[in-house]
Each structure stands twice: as C-alpha cells, then as structure tokens.
C-alpha cells in the first residue's frame, strides 16, 4: 500500500512509507524522512532534514523543523512545536550545521501545544503535559509538566502514573530506576 496524499495535501518528499497518510493542507518538504504508517494531519508542516519514525501520529498544526529526529510510535500533539535555533535573528542566516538537534526516542507522546526548545533528548515512553515548555533533556518515562517543564513524575508506557514502588497501577508492570537523569526501564 502506498502512502496517501489528500488533493490538498502536499508531499515534495520522496522518502514516505507505506500506509502514511498526508491529509488537507498538510506539507511535507523535499528531503523529509516519514516512515510506514504515520499520520500527518491538516496545516502540519515537516521540514525537509526531519525525521519521523514508524507509526507517527502528528496532529493538526505541529511544526517539524530540520533536525529534529522523531523515532517510533510518537504521538505529537495538536499546535506542538519545536525549534531548532537557540539564538535565532532575521538578519543572521544560518546553515544546517549551525542549527541545534532535537531527539524524541520511542513512545513519547507530546501534548498539546507544548513547545521542544532545540538541542534536546526526549527519553522513551516520557509524557510531555499540554502546554509544557520542555528545555531540558528528559529522561525515560519521566512525566513533564509545565513552563519551564519540569519531572512531576514517573509514567508508564501504557500512561499510567507510577506509585513509589514504580509499579503500574493500570497494567502491573514494574519498572526500574536507571538514575535520575537517565529515567526508567521496564523492570526484567
């Protein structure tokens, strides 16, 4: 199956997974990596230089710069943003390699309308909170709110909040304190 494109979609890119569906007023720049079966819904915009994973869902209105590599099973909330110049003026044009790189690894999901200031990791399975202003790497299945974002806890990966025990009170799983900055994984 081939990736779809919606008549007022555009796609310029001609690196777009199988199942990938384009809809209304969406752009796609050439240059864009978009894996198998991502979902970029109406007026988002991916640059060419990002890359977007398996199974992307990237809602209505987000903003993908270059170098922004977005890995497996994302969920990019509606109006999300990311940047990818610390330091930008009109006046000062700047190449790809003086722009910053952002990562978000597997799972994370990113609510609505937060913005990912350039130049950081997002760790596996975090949750970004609607509004969040994330400044900092965050570290697995750390659970970000607020502006400046800030750990307010720990999350599962099928979003449950982890008690003390960093066991899931949803699904049962157990989880394992890598370090602090690191985050969690799930436990052997």
């Not at 597997?106 to 202003?133: D, K, L, M, P, S």
Request: hydrophobic letters at 45%; proline letters at 3%.
């Amino acid at each position: 199956m081939a990736a779809f494109v919606h008549p007022h979609g555009l796609c310029e890119s001609d690196a777009v997974g199988e199942g990938t569906r384009v809809w209304a007023f969406a752009h796609v720049l050439p240059g864009a990596v978009i894996g198998r079966d991502c979902n970029i819904c109406d007026h988002a915009f991916v640059e060419g230089g990002a890359r977007l994973g398996d199974n992307v869902t990237v809602k209505n209105g987000v903003l993908v710069w270059d170098g922004v590599t977005v890995e497996d099973d994302v969920f990019l909330g509606p109006a999300m943003v990311f940047t990818n110049d610390y330091m930008p003026r009109a006046a000062i044009k700047k190449g790809h390699d003086e722009l910053l790189s952002t990562t978000v690894r597997r799972g994370v999901t990113i609510g609505a309308n937060a913005t990912v200031v350039c130049g950081v990791t997002i760790g596996e399975h975090a949750f970004i909170g609607a509004g969040a202003v994330v400044v900092a790497d965050v570290p697995a299945h750390s659970l970000v709110l607020g502006n400046p974002g800030r750990h307010r806890g720990w999350i599962c990966q099928c979003t449950g909040r982890l008690d003390e025990s960093l066991v899931c009170g949803q699904c049962g799983r157990a989880h394992e304190l890598i370090s602090t900055t690191a985050g969690l994984r799930a436990a052997a």
